[in-house]
């Protein structure tokens, strides 16, 4: 994360590096139903290995970090 905006990750053993604007997911049902505030749940991102090989990211953040909910080719 840089400004809290997610740059890089690990994923499936490989690196991958943040190559589009993400995007904030809010008001998600990634929320836990014990959560009262509507703050910001995960995002949504393209990102690029070291093969050139892209993909979308849905990622949501937890008590034991962040996690990938979905990918998308």
Do not use: K
Not at 22 to 28: A, E, G, Y
Not at 36 to 48: N, P
């Amino acid at each position: 994360m840089v400004n809290d905006i997610p740059t890089r990750m690990v994923f499936a053993g490989r690196r991958w590096r943040v190559t589009d604007t993400p995007t904030r997911l809010r008001d998600s049902i990634w929320a836990a139903p014990f959560e009262e505030s509507r703050g910001l749940y995960g995002w949504r991102f393209q990102a690029t290995d070291s093969d050139c090989q892209s993909l979308v990211f849905d990622v949501f953040q937890d008590a034991d970090g962040w996690h990938v909910h979905h990918t998308y080719d």
